[in-house]
């Protein structure tokens, strides 16, 4: 079974898109309409809509450019392609909160997460473990967390999307970072509301403040790298020096 969907009884449903912009409200922090249980499995390949980051309109935006496609021989392309997508689904779903996979467009991939730092060390592990494995693929990564302004199923695959500053934010940051980097972007007059996540083995390098088109706000840069010989793959807990004053 590669996907489940959930039939209910029309008057149980929630339409997400009448509601975009608003705060969800429901008692223990779950929407109206979501009646239900999702159904959960050992097996489970991937987080479900119910899973997607969403409480008091949060979320870090994860985008994963993938570098390298143009460069290969038509033969090569799906296999290469097929083993970053089934690495990045894996990983997703063994982080101690899954990740969430919005969608994926000729390489580019959309993820959110629930914190900062879970997406640190996402991308961490997974720049280790390309590097590793000597993969013909490389990515750049890049990463916004705050606030969104709406969201709602998508009207094709029925995913999460979101909307919002914080999506063209981390696009920008993904198109500008280095191959193989995994780069933080914060707005310079957020930092002191940031608290700097728990992430180990990360070397974390501050790059200077940035203008991006179509961002309004100087970003505070931050390039994070798994630090050399060490093991991120294990569960995020030791803080890295990721705040600076400025």
Not at 81 to 101: N, Q, V
Not at 147 to 168: C, E, I, K, L, Q
Request: overall charge positive.
């Amino acid at each position: 079974v590669r996907r489940l969907l959930q039939l209910v009884p029309k008057q149980y449903t929630f339409d997400y898109f009448s509601f975009r912009g608003m705060r969800e409200s429901a008692p223990q922090g779950r929407p109206e309409g979501r009646t239900f249980p999702p159904t959960k499995s050992k097996r489970q390949l991937s987080a479900a809509f119910v899973d997607a980051p969403y409480l008091n309109n949060h979320v870090t935006i994860v985008f994963i450019r993938t570098v390298g496609i143009d460069d290969l021989q038509d033969d090569e392309v799906e296999y290469n392609s097929d083993r970053i997508a089934k690495m990045i689904r894996s990983f997703l779903i063994k982080l101690e909160r899954p990740g969430y996979e919005c969608q994926e467009d000729n390489g580019v991939w959309m993820l959110a997460f629930h914190s900062l730092g879970s997406a640190i060390h996402f991308g961490s592990h997974l720049v280790a473990k390309l590097e590793e494995s000597k993969a013909l693929l490389s990515v750049k990564v890049g990463i916004q967390t705050g606030t969104f302004t709406s969201m709602g199923p998508h009207a094709v695959t029925g995913r999460a999307d979101y909307f919002g500053p914080v999506v063209n934010r981390a696009a920008r940051i993904a198109a500008s970072s280095t191959v193989g980097e995994v780069l933080v972007g914060i707005p310079k007059n957020e930092l002191s509301l940031v608290d700097p996540p728990r992430v180990r083995n990360i070397e974390v390098e501050y790059k200077g403040t940035e203008s991006f088109k179509g961002v309004n706000i100087e970003m505070a840069m931050f390039s994070c790298r798994p630090r050399p010989g060490s093991d991120v793959s294990s569960k995020h807990n030791n803080r890295p020096r990721l705040l600076k004053k400025l």
